[in-house]
């Protein structure tokens, strides 16, 4: 199998084996050159090229493009600067209440909970974890934890651990029938898996844009259900979180009546330029096509680490399976395969005691043999 995309696009497929998009993405080309290009032209110009207008409208091109890219609304997303600063502020304004539990699993990455176990201690609500091991929880083990007494289920659509895939309408329908929130981290699907956000259910779905959306750091996007947008407060403001932003007066707050009221600040705006334009060139090529492409390889990959006899812990069956791989060799430590790896030009990452393989759509069939024989040669 060829990759989806040129060494034009992505420039440094042709100096790398890279198998490591899960911990960051190479960089689309396309959002590269927009990044530098509207930095320059701040620098040179100022507000001769950015003006007021143009900062009210600097978040529409990232609006439209993820609303594609979720089957939402331009008006249904906000952007901010990281995952980070939007699961805080959602996470404030939910502001689970004393008595109630907000629900997470053992093996989430940890940025995904931290906010709400902030809140959590400010309130006096619960964090409960169900369980894992080796970056796996039961699904209906998850899904029957979540009761009455559940305020917000904070799940990872994609665990970053083993790249266990989460049905988000099932867990959505469950919240849903409890009176809880669903509050997805995309960060480890969004580009690589099909997402309809309105479709599925959730009341919230966060991602940055350095990984699978093959974006730069420094830009995040953010679904919000209609449902919420006129009803939840945002736990961050600023003067970009009123309709008027450029009224500056003190005495107002007047919020939008869409997702754009958590947008609440400037940012290094041109990222969200950036973001914009590798997610319009996702979109080009097609997520479906992408997810197919990842997980044929991941399929060759598969085959390639049983011959060897690794111990992969990732699911593989259809429900679960992503295009993120982890695997231990017997008798050799991962940080030894990771390093044996590396020598060879092949990127990828340690985790726990676990080597991972992530695989995107600038790789090929020749990139996961490469790493095969890599490894057969360690053996």
Not at 290 to 302: P, Q, T, V, Y
Request: proline fraction near 4%; glycine fraction near 6%.
């Amino acid at each position: 199998m060829t990759a989806l995309a040129s060494t034009e696009d992505f420039p440094a497929t042709a100096q790398a084996t890279y198998l490591n998009t899960a911990s960051v993405a190479l960089m689309f080309s396309g959002a590269q050159v927009a990044i530098d290009e509207w930095n320059r032209q701040v620098a040179e110009r100022g507000t001769v090229f950015f003006d007021e207008v143009a900062e009210q409208e600097v978040f529409d091109p990232l609006h439209d493009a993820f609303a594609r890219l979720v089957s939402a609304t331009p008006n249904d997303i906000a952007v901010a600067s990281s995952a980070t600063e939007q699961l805080a502020t959602i996470a404030w304004a939910v502001m689970p209440p004393a008595g109630t539990r907000v629900l997470t699993t053992g093996i989430v990455f940890p940025t995904t909970i931290y906010p709400f176990a902030r809140v959590a201690r400010h309130t006096g609500a619960e964090v409960v974890f169900v369980p894992g091991e080796d970056g796996y929880v039961e699904a209906e083990q998850l899904l029957e934890a979540i009761d009455d007494s559940t305020s917000v289920v904070c799940l990872s659509h994609v665990e970053f651990g083993s790249g266990q895939l989460y049905d988000l309408a099932a867990f959505a329908e469950k919240c849903h029938e409890h009176g809880a929130l669903l509050v997805v981290d995309a960060t480890q699907s969004a580009g690589a898996i099909e997402i309809d956000a309105p479709g599925s259910g959730v009341d919230v779905l966060i991602t940055g844009g350095y990984k699978w959306l093959c974006g730069p750091f420094g830009a995040s996007v953010m679904y919000v259900a209609p449902h919420l947008q006129k009803t939840l407060e945002p736990g961050l403001i600023g003067f970009r979180s009123n309709k008027d932003i450029w009224k500056l007066d003190v005495d107002y707050q007047d919020y939008p009546d869409s997702a754009h009221r958590f947008e609440f600040s400037t940012m290094a705006y041109g990222n969200a330029i950036g973001l914009a334009a590798a997610v319009d060139h996702l979109a080009s090529i097609g997520v479906e096509t992408i997810a197919a492409h990842n997980l044929a390889l991941a399929d060759r990959l598969l085959a390639g680490l049983d011959e060897l006899g690794a111990n992969v812990v990732s699911p593989r069956n259809a429900e679960e399976r992503t295009s993120i791989v982890s695997a231990r060799m017997p008798g050799i430590e991962s940080a030894e395969v990771v390093k044996h790896l590396g020598a060879a030009n092949i990127v990828v990452s340690p985790r726990r005691d676990l080597f991972r393989f992530s695989i995107h759509l600038y790789n090929s069939s020749d990139d996961i043999d490469v790493a095969l024989e890599s490894l057969r040669s360690l053996r």
